[in-house]
């Protein structure tokens, strides 16, 4: 008689039918499918007509399907016995049920089988397991039994594994349940992981020291009542201190203001937890665990409607984050009002007498490891989420307070994570822990932080010193380091910011850190050592037609990425062959504050001297594609250029006022950079376009590259399209332009 299914307990979900066929088996010998396994798995594909009834698995012919069924488990005969003999308190029926393909369910030659797979993504291993279906047809052949397995159309169900801490399965699988009561079982934890930061390995800004102290502090203490509370505070000697990176989501009170800060008691700098926004309430509550007395927060620790204030303050992020003992990360908060120490299921944890993790949505199975050992899983039927999907990895203030911070504890959405930056490369390369499981980061901010401490831990090299006395590779590593602010840059701008004229802001805490490693003077988000890569960006669109407008308000001069809202890409410096003609004469910006040098500016120019041609742009149609037309040069040399023979591509930085409307036209200047000789097998040249402002200004639109389409052959020697031919460099005016 079947049970019913054991959804909320904590032992494994079981029915009678459960037991008998969906006891999932991946045992080996030897590192072969053990015999009972195959067993099993041959009775059933004889039975679904699979194989044939005197066929043997274990025959030679079969050798490489035995291969491909060592990541697989086949645990039905067919869909009309699975719906028949399961009852609908089964979880595992109900779910197959919802996401089987309509009209298989009467079609008893599919054939149910379950994979469990690796996915490395962001900062986890996640192991997956797939339910699919295969339909069984006489000229089913067995390369085709894992093509259901690949497309997306065909899957069942995907859902994540996790075991107990110190199971057979747990050897197998590393990720652990969600914890879905962060603030109950993590703040002893996050204290443990810190701990253990400080006494494993030493480092001069990873000591409790304390060096640098942000102006201004919130102080926690206890009300007479013994609640928490914080008064906003001026330190004035050094003291430990945690920050908080969360995401705003618009302006929340309270904030600091100068009628707060100036025309207030002493009493009306003191807040109590209740009258805080739930994410900073959280933060205190995580601080006050760790054992830290202080934290910074910007929205009560600068002076919101003092813009001197806030200069001076921005100019100091890069001290404040880094001398920072601990940086606590509200990543899954949408808003300050949301708070990130609440269930993560959103709904009612369940909760036993064993004071289980598991919640409703949580259930298990039986399984048989590798090992040939019994044991469970646990599916989470929420599937993962991974750190790219989290609220704060989307806003641009939160990328350099995670670069910067030498540790940072981050509340997502399944994970609590701790990670130190100071471990050395031995300690697994990244020092890390979290509340469920082992980590293997690949691609996320923890890989960036590593990296970037690399960058910091470089010594100066400087250029106080002579030329003879620098180390042999300091070009070479003062080249990395510049590509590394590239880099950064890049993914920096794929975050969003509220306030476009932030752009600068929000990275000049980086810009100080590479300023110093550099020793090179910043000039609107570049290095004036190497002004020709101030031009060499574009605009990513992931969509044809996704056209930015240009912001209303100035954020930067049109040169710089910095004057465009939105992802930028950089392009490769290196192989650019640049035109003998082009000069950078002259740069400069007006800073928007003296405080932050390395923050807003109210305006700037470059003054550039090169080749030029005249073009026109036509845009086309609603959703406005562009036409080319340049006055290139017609006369040439045999075997040269043939400038009919180019392809031109016109990449917008905005969609220009003047191409709102359709077969719109325009005249403008290209302004030519160099070349790659073989892009992508093929000569190519770069351009910018620029457009008369005023008064013979210029300001730039986008990027324009022309690609040769000539064939190369007997008839036409091979040629490369280079700055170093007579007629190419005869046939263009040289001229001095201003960009603002």
């Not at 476009?500 to 000049?508: E, G, H, S, W």
């Amino acid at each position: 008689m079947s049970r019913s299914c054991l959804v909320v307990d904590d032992e494994p979900h079981t029915c009678a039918f459960c037991e008998e066929h969906l006891a999932l088996d991946f045992s080996t010998v030897n590192g072969a499918i053990s015999p009972t396994r195959l067993e099993q798995m041959q009775k059933r594909l004889i039975q679904v007509g699979f194989l044939g009834p005197n066929e043997n698995l274990n025959d030679e012919k079969f050798s490489d399907f035995r291969e491909i069924l060592k990541e697989y488990h086949i645990y039905d005969v067919n869909l009309n016995l699975f719906w028949s003999q399961t009852a609908d308190a089964c979880r595992i029926a109900e779910m197959v049920r919802k996401f089987m393909k309509k009209g298989l369910e009467d079609d008893e030659h599919h054939l149910l089988k379950v994979r469990i797979s690796s996915h490395f993504k962001a900062c986890d291993e996640s192991i997956i397991m797939q339910i699919d279906h295969v339909k069984i047809e006489p000229n089913t052949r067995f390369e085709w039994f894992v093509d259901p397995i690949v497309s997306s159309e065909s899957t069942v169900l995907a859902k994540n594994i996790t075991t107990d801490e110190g199971t057979a399965a747990a050897r197998q699988f590393p990720c652990r349940p969600m914890n879905h009561e962060p603030l109950r079982h993590t703040l002893e934890q996050a204290r443990n992981w810190l701990g253990s930061c400080f006494r494993d390995h030493w480092h001069p800004e990873s000591s409790n020291a304390p060096k640098y102290t942000p102006k201004r502090l919130l102080e926690i203490s206890r009300s007479l009542h013994g609640s928490p509370c914080v008064t906003i505070v001026e330190a004035s000697t050094p003291v430990t201190y945690a920050a908080l990176s969360y995401k705003w989501g618009g302006i929340h009170e309270p904030r600091l203001t100068r009628s707060r800060i100036y025309g207030a008691t002493a009493s009306g700098l003191k807040l109590s937890l209740e009258a805080l926004p739930q994410t900073i309430a959280d933060a205190v509550k995580v601080a006050e665990a760790l054992g830290i007395n202080h934290l910074w927060v910007d929205a009560l620790c600068i002076i919101q409607d003092d813009d001197a204030d806030k200069a001076r303050e921005i100019g100091q992020m890069a001290h404040i984050y880094r001398h920072a003992t601990i940086t606590i990360l509200a990543s899954r908060a949408n808003s300050a009002s949301e708070g990130f120490l609440h269930c993560r299921h959103g709904k009612v944890c369940h909760e036993n007498a064993g004071g289980s993790s598991l919640s409703r949505w949580d259930f298990r199975l039986p399984f048989r490891t590798s090992s040939n050992e019994q044991s469970s899983i646990i599916l989470t039927e929420r599937g993962n989420v991974f750190v790219d999907d989290e609220p704060l990895v989307t806003r641009a203030w939160a990328f350099q307070e995670a670069l910067l911070s030498p540790h940072i504890i981050s509340y997502g959405r399944v994970r609590t994570v701790f990670h130190c930056s100071h471990a050395e490369q031995w300690q697994a390369y990244w020092y890390m822990f979290s509340d469920n499981g082992n980590l293997r980061p690949v691609r996320d901010i923890t890989r960036l932080r590593q990296h970037f401490r690399k960058i910091l831990s470089r010594p100066y090299t400087g250029s106080n010193q002579k030329h003879d006395e620098q180390p042999e590779d300091y070009e070479t590593d003062r080249s990395r380091i510049m590509e590394d602010w590239y880099t950064l840059l890049h993914l920096y701008t794929e975050r969003e910011l509220t306030n476009p004229r932030d752009r600068l802001n929000a990275v000049a805490a980086l810009a100080e850190v590479f300023a110093q490693r550099l020793e090179d003077e910043y000039v609107a988000g570049f290095w004036r050592s190497d002004p020709l890569r101030a031009l060499l960006w574009m605009q990513v669109r992931r969509s044809g037609w996704d056209i930015p407008k240009r912001p209303i308000n100035f954020c930067g001069p049109t040169w710089s990425w910095a004057s465009m809202a939105g992802e930028v890409y950089f392009l490769e410096a290196t192989s650019l062959r640049r035109d003998r003609d082009l000069r950078i004469l002259d740069w400069h910006v007006q800073l928007g504050n003296d405080a932050n040098k390395f923050g807003a500016v109210d305006s700037g120019f470059l003054k550039i001297r090169a080749k030029v041609a005249h073009c026109t742009i036509t845009s086309r149609g609603e959703r406005p594609y562009y036409s080319v037309s340049v006055n290139w040069p017609t006369q040439h040399r045999e075997g040269s250029m043939q400038w009919e023979n180019l392809r031109h591509e016109y990449y917008p930085d905005a969609l220009e006022q003047e191409f709102m409307q359709e077969n719109s036209t325009m005249t403008v200047l290209l302004l030519i950079l160099g070349f790659y000789p073989r892009s992508g097998g093929r000569r190519s040249c770069r351009c910018l376009v620029l457009k008369n402002a005023s008064r013979g200004l210029y300001s730039r639109l986008g990027f324009l590259i022309a690609t040769d389409l000539s064939d190369e052959g007997p008839s036409r020697p091979k040629y490369d399209m280079c700055i170093y031919d007579d007629n190419w460099d005869q046939a263009f005016p040289v001229e001095t332009i201003t960009i603002v």
